[in-house]
């Protein structure tokens, strides 16, 4: 009798349109679609949910954003390069470079990013590092520097290859990076750009379909399957999410972000806030960024570290704790004013 009413009940929701990952779950539903996912909350680099994080895995064209990054850190947007003999006619999804075409780094970038171009990437590592070779030490070294760890390029673009591997955190951590470099951020948040030698249009549906959408790059190779990491600003919390080999990238990536949305908020103490330590006012540092469920009590408690009889300005005073319901879930020092 129970299979009766709940095969009714799944048929009604089919019939009515109605989408799970509409409704307010307290959860990620169980039956995850993709291979290894992540949800995180990009300020804080909180982890949120996650399923098969660790696990190494092709990233196909994902791996375009370390490639990016590393353009938009060290290279000048508006110079001009003539494509390389390397950069004509590589495999796979193309921005079809000719040779000895001249265009300028921004365009290849956006190609990269939008359309994603093996054949910009192709040319801007040619152009960075003097060969490809080189450009992906480079990757690595920087991939280190991120903390991940357990990534591993072989070429900039993706293409499969033996030892090309990541993990959802650690493409979720580049991804953290790279969406924190302004120039990155514009490029991949952008639906349709005009350059000054290509136009292009974003392939990445999540930008039209999903509200507050904000990057940030598409993947797929047989080997790797349906990769995506996106994006999305909602009253002030930025959330990243990334999904390898994921059949439902942009559905699955979708309820991920939506879960995420309605389940977590996030907090800021500002800098100029006042507390008392005692008698002396007192305030942080600088300004401090961390997440909890929405169903979590939030509550905050100052601890003297000394006596406040005699204090000079910027000493520290004091410790502040907060808690989590019962939970001490950070604690910064006091200084006082």
């Keep these: 009798m129970a299979k009766k009413y709940l095969r009714a009940a799944c048929l009604l929701l089919v019939i009515s349109g109605i989408s799970l990952c509409a409704l307010k779950m307290k959860n990620v539903t169980a039956e995850a679609s993709a291979s290894a996912e992540i949800t995180m909350e990009l300020t804080t680099g909180t982890v949120l949910e996650s399923a098969n994080a660790e696990k190494q895995l092709p990233m196909a064209s994902t791996t375009k954003i370390m490639t990016a990054l590393i353009i938009a850190e060290d290279c000048d947007l508006d110079e001009i390069i003539t494509v390389p003999d390397e950069a004509v006619g590589v495999e796979g999804s193309s921005i079809y470079l000719k040779k000895d075409e001249e265009i300028d780094i921004r365009d290849l970038l956006y190609g990269l990013l939008l359309r994603s171009g093996n054949d910009a990437a192709e040319a801007l590592a040619i152009h960075r590092a003097g060969s490809v070779e080189a450009f992906v030490e480079l990757m690595n070294e920087r991939a280190r520097q991120i903390g991940a760890e357990s990534t591993h390029f072989q070429n900039p673009s993706g293409l499969p290859a033996d030892g090309h591997y990541t993990t959802a955190r650690d493409l979720c951590e580049i991804a953290r990076t790279a969406m924190q470099n302004p120039v990155f951020k514009e490029a991949v948040g952008t639906?349709?750009?005009?350059?000054?030698?290509?136009?292009?249009?974003?392939?990445?549906?999540?930008?039209?379909?999903?509200?507050?959408?904000?990057?940030?790059?598409?993947?797929?190779?047989?080997?790797?399957?349906?990769?995506?990491?996106?994006?999305?600003?909602?009253?002030?919390?930025?959330?990243?999410?990334?999904?390898?080999?994921?059949?439902?990238?942009?559905?699955?990536?979708?309820?991920?972000?939506?879960?995420?949305?309605?389940?977590?908020?996030?907090?800021?103490?500002?800098?100029?806030?006042?507390?008392?330590?005692?008698?002396?006012?007192?305030?942080?540092?600088?300004?401090?960024?961390?997440?909890?469920?929405?169903?979590?009590?939030?509550?905050?408690?100052?601890?003297?570290?000394?006596?406040?009889?005699?204090?000079?300005?910027?000493?520290?005073?004091?410790?502040?704790?907060?808690?989590?319901?019962?939970?001490?879930?950070?604690?910064?020092?006091?200084?006082?004013?």
């Design 191 to 337: 639906k349709s750009y005009k350059g000054k030698f290509r136009n292009f249009s974003n392939k990445n549906k999540m930008l039209y379909n999903f509200e507050g959408a904000n990057g940030v790059k598409t993947g797929y190779t047989t080997r790797a399957g349906r990769c995506l990491v996106s994006s999305a600003e909602r009253e002030g919390m930025c959330i990243l999410c990334v999904v390898l080999n994921c059949p439902d990238m942009y559905e699955r990536s979708s309820c991920l972000l939506n879960n995420a949305f309605n389940n977590y908020e996030l907090h800021k103490i500002s800098e100029n806030k006042v507390f008392m330590c005692g008698i002396v006012p007192c305030k942080l540092e600088k300004s401090v960024n961390f997440v909890t469920k929405c169903t979590q009590e939030i509550n905050y408690r100052v601890i003297s570290l000394k006596s406040c009889k005699k204090t000079t300005k910027g000493e520290v005073v004091a410790e502040l704790q907060i808690f989590d319901q019962k939970d001490l879930i950070l604690k910064r020092d006091l200084y006082s004013i």
